[in-house]
RNA sequence: GCGGCCUUAGCUCAAUGGGCAGAGCACCAGGUUGUGGCCCUGGGGGUUAUGGGUUCAAGUCCCAUAGGUCGCCCCA
């Protein structure tokens, strides 16, 4: 194969272009709807505010950006993801005198450089909210609540949220070294080998092990959210209580976790199923040190990033159908010289007056014309040839029906005009 | 970064135990000197992913590479 894109994207054709003019307009929609604004920032950034941001030590960091230096001899990444430039612009702009919470969200690709597989590419496409600049589990609520709005109000079902709190920088590190890590060295040899190693490199992330050998001890590992500090404990137990009053189901999952200090208490995921391995539609959470690991003052912030190939894939394992795209509504036909000259000035004048319209080209036969009118989808044909150039007519027939008239050239934007309006009431 | 499976026309797929690369759809043209959908006829389109190897002969067997896919890791 000569002609491919990279390894790990797509090419978005025009048949698949409703699903995706769907999700981003209901997407648009729903942030409205919760008041927040929409910010673009740059594909790329400085390497450091991701490297800093996101944190050395991380998968992404480690091994999945894209980095290049540039002419100047800047080091750059293509973003990993959304929220360490966003945050990287509240702090640039002095967002911090706006009315807090900052309310943002963005809608655009992200890059990572990942083994490709169903629901998993190296470009993929994100909605991302972030509110920025207050602590009140409120906000926790508030990015939960439009999340979940967004995957309703596209109809999808049979979603299942998981929710935990991973603490923060006061009591997070006691409840690892003080208790996990002494649990978990407890049982060491019975653990699975890739856990041992986990033990030592990253201890909370043997909580969301998947390895068979480990679960009994996994199971039984004690959690964290009995070990958060007052602070932690407060918001957590605060945000659950909102949760329960609004009657939201959710799964308090213990081993949901994030492996990074800057991310502190609320994490949460949606999962979905029917779409492989990579079930997770959107990950969420709280990095209230996010600010100052980029060297701002500290401000709490907690958003939620939604992958949007995901939906797609699940909005068709569901046979939901979006909305179609409008096309070209009138097609002009022709017969001989006269008639394309004809024609060709017609089509100027329809789209003057905003109807959307295509020529034949090509000098084929009418009847391939015609052909060709049916397959675009085009309400109407006009046709064009020397018996209406002589008459100064416009033969109009309707595709649906196969009614044809011949109509005065002079009278042809009003007659479409009255028709389609028709067309659009019924 | 690691493992399993897959790759034949634009798409979906055939091709005995190695023996002349095919069909449907799509595209183009004709059947109607100016009329779409159904039907009929014909046409164009392939270095069988790429590169090696075995063989008189490879789409078919072997090796490597690339891409896809399903998992691992991690997450959108």
New binding site residues.
């Given amino acids: ?1 000569r002609y ?6 797509l090419d978005i054709l025009p048949e698949d272009q409703p699903y995706w003019r769907h999700v981003e307009a209901r997407a648009r929609h729903i942030c409205a709807l919760y008041g927040y604004g929409e910010i673009e920032t740059p594909v790329f950034e400085y390497t450091p505010v991701f490297a800093r941001g996101i944190g050395q030590g ?3 960091v480690d ?2 950006m894209y980095t290049f230096e540039d002419k100047g001899g800047d080091s750059l990444t293509l973003r990993p ?1 959304f929220t360490a430039g966003v945050v990287r612009a509240y702090l640039e702009h002095g967002m911090h005198v706006r009315p807090q919470p900052v309310r943002l969200y963005s809608l655009g690709p992200a890059f ?11 470009e ?1 496409h ?1 909605l991302n909210v972030e509110a920025i600049g207050e602590q009140d589990p409120a906000v926790d609520l508030e990015i939960m609540l439009l999340a979940w709005h967004f995957y309703d109000d596209l109809g999808i079902r049979g979603l299942s949220f998981q929710v935990n709190s991973t603490g923060c920088p006061a009591c997070r590190p006691a409840y690892l070294a003080d208790v996990l890590v002494p649990y978990l060295r407890g049982y060491q040899d019975r653990l699975a080998p ?1 856990d041992q190693r ?1 033990l030592e490199r ?1 201890p909370l ?1 043997v909580l ?4 068979a050998q480990s679960q009994p001890i996994i199971q039984d590992a004690p959690r964290i959210i009995n070990y958060l500090c007052d602070e932690c404990r407060r918001h957590f137990e605060t945000l659950r209580g909102y949760l329960e009053w609004l009657d939201r189901p959710y799964t308090l999952n213990h081993r949901l ?3 990074l200090d800057y991310y502190t208490k609320t994490v949460f ?2 999962w979905a199923q029917g779409i ?9 959470g709280r990095y209230d040190g996010l600010a100052e690991a980029l060297g701002g003052p500290p401000t709490p912030g907690v958003g939620v ?3 949007l ?2 939906i797609i894939l699940l909005l068709k394992e569901q046979g939901i159908e979006p909305p179609p795209l409008p096309g070209a509504r009138v097609f002009i036909a022709y ?1 001989g010289d006269a008639g394309k000259r004809a024609g060709l000035q017609l089509e100027v004048e329809l789209r003057a007056a905003g109807i959307a319209t295509v020529s034949a080209v ?1 000098d ?5 014309q ?6 675009e989808g085009a309400h109407f ?1 006009l ?6 150039v002589a008459a100064g007519t416009v ?1 109009v ?6 009614e ?1 008239a011949g109509v005065a050239r002079s009278g042809i934007l009003d007659y479409l005009r009255v028709r389609m309006d028709a067309g659009l009431s019924s």
């Fill in positions: 194969m491919q894109s990279p390894k790990g994207t991380t998968d992404i091994k999945e993801e990572r450089h990942e083994r490709p597989q169903a629901g998993r590419y190296r993929f994100q890739e986990r990253n992330r969301d092990s998947k390895e976790v994030r492996g995921e949606v492989g391995a990579q079930n997770a539609l959107c990950g969420g990033a939604i992958g190939e995901r017969r090509g084929r036969s009418l009847k391939a015609m052909k060709q009118a049916d397959r044909a046709i064009l040839g020397d018996d209406e033969t027939r309707e595709m649906a029906t196969g044809q």
